[in-house]
């Protein structure tokens, strides 16, 4: 009885400490976060790593656009930096969709997006921004439900697009590092959930994709899996570095491939 008790005390203190960490004592799930955000957005030459900031299902939820916000974008961009030679920027960036800014960004990474609620003028502006050339990588969201949501708000985006396994063999898994297998990253609380890696239905990690009209990827799919809170804990001693390994992984061979297809 004693160790489910101090279980469940390690939990709660992990997860006030994750909310603290992320500033999410001042977010409410929409676009009116940007405000609390102190964040540099000077034009530079250097690629910039930018989270999509959405309007959310359920304001004041824990799980939305800010999950893993900003340390799990801050240890991603020191990764990047440590094994590419890619120029990108010491800082990340949170933009809404509605800021015309957003097409400043030719790579977007989104958590939890089955959480994510788009009206008829934002799925307009995610389709101009695809459409331009820009890459939207999503992440973290988990089983049945979640997929239900945003398989229904994409089709706002991009309504004839089909939602497909993207094959092993395509270049976004071989363009850096060889990616030959599909992990399920479980978040923290692996750490002190006897190993579970799945929450909800979740139980097998999947990669998918969306394609546009012309064949060229322009989403990338990641879901039953967390690779933030792979990046988020790459330094946490209890997180084993297998799940952290490979996450970087991967979104090293996803920002590459963004940025030259």
């Known amino acids: 009885m004693k160790r489910f008790w101090f279980a469940g005390i390690l939990l709660v203190v992990l997860t006030l400490g994750t909310l603290f960490a992320q500033q999410e004592v001042n977010f409410l799930g929409r676009y009116d976060d940007v405000r609390y955000i102190r964040q540099d957005k000077r034009d530079t030459n250097q690629i910039v790593f930018a989270r999509l900031i959405y309007n959310g299902r359920i304001l004041g939820y824990y799980k939305n656009w800010y999950t893993d916000y900003p340390k799990g974008d801050e ?8 094994l590419t030679n ?14 015309p800014d957003l097409f400043k960004y030719p790579f977007i990474y989104s958590s939890e997006v089955g ?17 331009r050339g820009g890459f939207w990588m999503v992440d973290d969201f988990w089983g049945s439900f979640e997929m239900g949501n945003y398989v229904r708000e994409m089709k706002k985006v991009l309504p004839g697009a089909e939602i497909k396994d993207i094959p ?17 990253v479980p978040s923290l609380a692996y750490t002190i959930n006897g190993g ?14 969306i394609w546009d009209e012309n064949g060229r990827l322009v989403v990338v799919i990641h879901h039953n899996t967390d690779l933030g809170d792979a990046y988020e804990w790459a330094d946490e001693p ?16 996803t920002i590459l491939y963004a940025l030259t297809h």
């Open 75 to 82: 240890t991603l961009i020191m990764g990047v930096q440590r």
């Open 86 to 99: 890619l120029n990108i920027a010491d800082h990340a960036v949170a933009v809404p969709i509605n800021d």
């Open 115 to 131: 959480q994510m609620v788009l009206t008829e003028q934002d799925a307009a502006i995610m389709r101009e921004y695809l459409a």
């Open 168 to 184: 092993k063999d395509h270049p976004i898994f071989h363009v850096f590092y060889d990616v030959d297998k599909i992990i399920q």
């Open 196 to 209: 579970i890696t799945y929450e909800q239905d979740g139980f097998e990690a999947e990669c998918k994709g």
């Open 238 to 253: 209890a997180y084993p570095n297998y799940f952290s390994s490979y996450a970087y992984r991967v979104a090293i061979n």
